[in-house]
């Protein structure tokens, strides 16, 4: 467990004084960022209903060369939602019903839910202390000959170490499958998330670094096989319009979506600086004692979909942050082996289970000024002592 761990929460009658006059901070500020962007996302949807192509067409197919460009993958193929690109990932890698898949045991339960809707079964896998993210020391110690793919999770909009993860899977004979849903744009020792193993997936869920206004997806790779079978699973299994070549689904990316998408994309570096801007603002002001990653990549790397700090007392803190007007947020509050959902069978991993218990969320968004990162820090501080 971080050292944070060791920060407990104290309540107090200035802190009920200051809560009265804190102006509320969101978790995500989606507000300001249609304040920002609206009137060229609101064009965007015009634009599409005054086409008349409301399924595929061309916003989908822009969207999706201009994603496959900014990822720097060969392809691109738009789904319904970040969960469905995982599930035909799996599928167009070839996973078969009984094949075991590691994944870390912290990670949000659409990862789990992919790898049982593609057949696979879950094998859980701790993290490092020091990252959150999966550790390739727990992943060999948990394969068996029926594993046969690795999920490795880009989380908080921090990237996995993805030379180890790829040596582990070539010396193990698996598929890896990103879960990129956090890390659009992340990058690490000259790696894109998404592309490094043999295919990548992303969510654009509305509160993602790369948000839709409602719920999209994307899969990328630069295996042409792979990005074939994936646009042949996404839409009814078909080749052209009746020729249906195997039993697939429908899990197309909507064209409104993707226009939404397209005129984010245009301002998604500039908010990625923005995020790190603040992340570095509360890195140096907020006790170190708190602070989670101290790994050694590159901080200027990540790209801060979430800031995580780790303490002992976490609902408490999160009570005495609300009263203060910073709302916060727990990611995850369970470990999955813990859940009703996936207990029967449940490995053990002591790393994740710890992070659960300590780990909260604090505001990050493109919009934090220097008033909200000092409401943020000194409201920490009022809370904690060491």
């Not at 070839?94 to 839910?113: C, K, Q, R, S, Y």
């Amino acid at each position: 467990m971080a050292s944070g761990a060791g920060i407990r929460v104290l309540g107090s009658r200035y802190g009920a004084a200051v809560a009265a006059r804190a102006k509320v901070l969101p978790l995500v500020d989606l507000a300001a960022q249609y304040a920002e962007v609206g009137p060229d996302i609101e064009r965007a949807v015009l634009r599409v209903c005054r086409s008349l192509r409301y399924v595929g067409g061309e916003e989908v197919s822009a969207f999706e060369a201009a994603f496959a460009t900014y990822t720097g993958a060969s392809h691109a193929i738009g789904v319904a939602n970040g969960t469905d690109a995982l599930e035909l990932a799996l599928t167009a890698t070839g996973l078969h019903p009984g094949d075991e898949v590691l994944i870390p045991a912290n990670t949000f339960v659409a990862t789990a839910e992919a790898v049982h809707a593609a057949g696979g079964t879950v094998r859980f896998v701790d993290v490092r202390a020091d990252t959150g993210l999966i550790d390739v020391d727990s992943a060999a110690e948990r394969l068996t000959s029926a594993t046969r793919a690795i999920i490795p999770v880009h989380l908080y909009g921090r990237m996995v170490d993805m030379e180890a993860i790829l040596a582990f899977g070539r010396s193990h004979d698996l598929t890896v499958i990103e879960d990129a849903a956090q890390a659009h744009g992340a990058r690490r020792g000259g790696l894109a998330a998404g592309t490094a193993g043999h295919a990548g997936c992303f969510s654009f869920y509305p509160g993602k670094n790369l948000g839709a206004v409602g719920d999209a997806g994307a899969v990328v790779t630069n295996d042409a096989a792979i990005a074939e079978r994936v646009r042949l699973l996404r839409d009814h299994g078909r080749h052209g319009h009746e020729n249906h070549a195997v039993i697939a689904r429908n899990s197309r990316l909507d064209p409104m979506q993707a226009a939404v998408l397209t005129v984010k994309l245009e301002h998604l570096d500039r908010w990625t600086q923005s995020r790190r801007a603040a992340a570095s603002a509360l890195r140096e002001r907020l006790d170190p004692a708190v602070l989670d990653w101290t790994g050694n990549a590159d901080p200027l790397e990540e790209v801060h979909h979430l800031f995580p700090i780790l303490v002992e007392d976490r609902d408490a803190m999160q009570v005495a942050l609300r009263k203060r007007g910073v709302m916060t947020g727990v990611h995850y509050r369970h470990h999955l082996p813990s859940t009703p959902a996936f207990r029967e069978g449940a490995a053990s991993c002591p790393v994740a289970a710890s992070r659960a218990r300590h780990q909260l969320s604090l505001p990050m968004h493109p919009h934090l000024d220097d008033a909200a990162i000092e409401q943020i820090v000194e409201g920490v501080a009022a809370c904690a002592i060491g």
